[in-house]
């Protein structure tokens, strides 16, 4: 599976942006897919989740009624619309998935990772 994330790119505080992740290779459908962020010096960290089924979503607390994950399984894609943006929100975003379906928090329990793509929204 190789996962390809877009939407990156300078933002002014407070405004919106709309990431994408197309997986290719096979299908997703059936696996986890979820977010994962980083910035300089600092650890990997959970964004959202959402399972195949679309059914349960979780997001870390830091993004928490600020920012959707969706998924869109006829196109083998998942999105992360970032609203009310803050300097902290800048970090390059990893598009990730679990093909075991559990889903989580930690990064080491997922299978496949993207490149990622920057988000800066500068103080």
């Known amino acids: 599976v190789q996962l390809q994330a877009s939407g990156g790119g300078l933002v002014e505080a407070g405004d919106s942006l709309r990431l994408s992740c197309v997986a290719s290779g096979r299908s997703v459908n059936l696996y986890t897919m979820a977010w994962f962020r980083q910035a300089p010096g600092k650890e990997r960290e959970f964004v959202a989740s959402i399972r195949w089924s679309d059914t349960k979503k979780d997001y870390g607390d830091s993004v928490k009624g600020r920012f959707t994950i969706s998924r869109d399984n006829a196109k083998n894609s998942v999105s992360l619309q970032m609203n009310s943006l803050k300097p902290e929100d800048t970090a390059v975003y990893y598009c990730?998935?679990?093909?075991?379906?559990?889903?989580?928090?930690?990064?080491?329990?997922?299978?496949?990772w993207g490149r990622g793509t920057q988000v800066t929204s500068p103080a």
């Open positions: 990730t998935a679990d093909k075991y379906g559990a889903g989580s928090s930690v990064p080491r329990n997922y299978d496949y």
